[in-house]
Nanobody, 123 residues
């Protein structure tokens, strides 16, 4: 089993920054691609960013390119999402997810999910 715990959400003004963290508890020797998704009220969960196990490949939604950066520290079993130049439309619950097969951008590709952390951007 894999457990993911997000932290770092909060309330920030437009133009501000936040860094989300997700700690992953995994079986020894197992490798996972990791992704960040978000879900705003009344909307479907959507892809934000993903990173391969090695960290050599990263993917971003067009809406966050140039503003968000995903990174990981496998020694700490942690993935990060640095969010800069935040906009009110970034307001959502942000979820961390793990994919045991390959890095992807689809919600259905991911096997394990965290409980989410709220990010609210005020205008």
């Amino acid at each position: 089993q894999v457990q993911l715990v997000e932290s770092g959400g909060g309330l920030v003004q437009a133009g501000g920054s936040l860094r989300l963290s997700c700690t992953v508890s995994r079986r020894a020797g197992a490798s996972y691609a990791l992704g960040w998704f978000r879900q705003a009220p009344g909307k479907e969960r959507e892809f934000v960013a993903a990173i391969s196990w090695s960290g050599g490949s990263t993917y971003y939604a067009d809406s966050v390119k140039g503003r968000f950066t995903i990174s990981r520290d496998n020694a700490k079993n942690t993935v990060y999402l640095q969010m800069n130049s935040l906009k009110p439309e970034d307001t959502a619950v942000y979820y961390c997810a793990a994919d045991s097969s390959r890095v992807g951008t689809k919600v259905t590709s991911y096997d394990y999910w965290g409980q989410g952390t709220q990010v609210t951007v005020s205008s």
